[in-house]
């Protein structure tokens, strides 16, 4: 009986072992098992984060890739906008280059069916005025003089005469009418009265000191007469109106006196019509005054026959 219960006592203490055993077991098991648990919801947040940044990294990558080809987009659109702006203005340019040309060819049609126009009209007139435009060759003798005709104890008068010739182009304006322009040379000889001396000329000139001596000068001048010619019915007479403005050449100042280098005349004459020939009468005065001495301006008038 004894036996028993030492037997009795010895299983419980083993059974007292195994089950505080048992218990530790279960317990540690417990312990791992919650470990466990953490480690793998750290492993899991872990792995929650690490996806999460990289879907974060993802998303900034998309955005940054989306910005630059936005970028690219807009670039490209303004290349474009301006290529196009650029084609424009060159369209633009060769429109109005192209325009312009017209409208030059449009003018000069015009002008020129205008000058047509305006050709045949005159042409018409000239035929029925009977009158064409023309040249005409004038060789001219002239004699010339100053106050010495009606002051003659002038020191300064002078008479002289001239030759020359002209060239006009004579253009009907009008039914009676002509517009005369041309060119011409004259080569003008001119003889002063009362002059003195180098050395006189240096005493005050008076009218008891002229000695009676006189001198001459030659001068070339060129002329272009412009004239208003009035013609009668039968187209073989007229008379004219108009300036002869000049320049003189080879002028030398006489004693006491200094040559104008420029003259204008007034002349109003009559003319005829020869062959190629022009002979009439002029009678003209040079506003201009042809020569001074001192205080005196000496003015120039004659008559001219065209021969």
Sequence with gaps: MKKFYILLIAM????GTAFAQSNDSIERAKQQEALLKQQQKEQRELL?????????????????????????????QKLQKEQQKEAEKAAKKEQDRVKREQVKAENKAKAEQKKAEKK????????????????????SVSILADRRIYTQNSF?????ANVGVTFDYHRPIAKRWD??????YRFTYLTYSHLFSSAELAQPLTHDSFNGKEESRTFSTV???????????DND???????????NFGTKNAAGAKFNQFRCDVAVGT???????????????????????GDKKIHEFGIRFVL
Excluded at 120 to 139: G, M, S, V
């Design 12 to 15: 419980a203490l083993t059974a």
């Design 48 to 76: 929650e984060q690490q996806q999460k940044e990289q879907e974060r990294l993802q998303r900034e990558q998309q955005k940054a890739a989306q910005k630059e080809q936005e970028e690219r987009i807009k670039e490209q």
């Design 120 to 139: 045949r009209k005159r042409q018409e007139h000239y035929t029925a005025w009977n009158r064409h435009p023309n040249f005409t060759a004038d060789p």
């Design 156 to 160: 300064y008068n002078s008479i002289g």
């Design 179 to 184: 517009f005369n322009v041309g060119i011409g």
């Design 223 to 233: 002329v272009i007469p412009i004239k208003l010619s009035h013609i009668n019915k």
């Design 237 to 247: 007479h007229g008379w004219y109106l108009g300036v002869v403005p000049g320049i």
């Design 271 to 293: 003319q005829s019509r020869w062959l190629i020939f022009s002979p009439g009468t002029e009678i003209y005065f040079n506003l201009l005054p042809t020569y001074t001495s």
